[in-house]
Nanobody, 122 residues
């Protein structure tokens, strides 16, 4: 059984930082495109960052330079370090495993986590 379990969300003030974690079981993150998505209230789910099986990364424009996606292969865990947070970063953040990604495109998202809520106050 495949499980993706996110943690690390919370409430912080603008300018603060959070580190999200996604512990994965049932599949290996080393041969997957791993991704973070987010969904703000009344908005569609959107990609935040991608990390392919070779370790190449891609970020949505508004996250470039503020967010960092990384992997710990020994722990089979995906991370998202978020710095200089803004109120518009408020959203539910989801971890996902896709079959592959190329540049900013991803294909075949097979598995989703249940999400962790990030709230940024001004």
């Amino acid at each position: 059984q495949v499980q993706l379990v996110e943690s690390g969300g919370g409430s912080v003030q603008a300018g603060g930082s959070l580190r999200l974690s996604c512990v994965v079981s049932g599949i290996s993150i080393s041969n997957r495109c791993m991704a973070w998505f987010r969904q703000a209230p009344a908005k569609e789910r959107a990609v935040v960052a991608l990390s392919d099986s070779a370790g190449y990364t891609h970020y949505a424009d508004s996250m470039e330079g503020r967010f960092t996606i990384s992997k710990d292969y020994a722990k089979n865990t995906l991370y998202l370090q978020m710095n200089s947070l803004k109120p518009e970063d408020t959203a539910m953040y989801y971890c996902a495993a896709a079959r592959r990604c190329v540049g900013g495109d991803y294909y075949g998202v097979d598995y989703w986590g249940t999400g962790t809520l990030v709230t940024i106050s001004s």
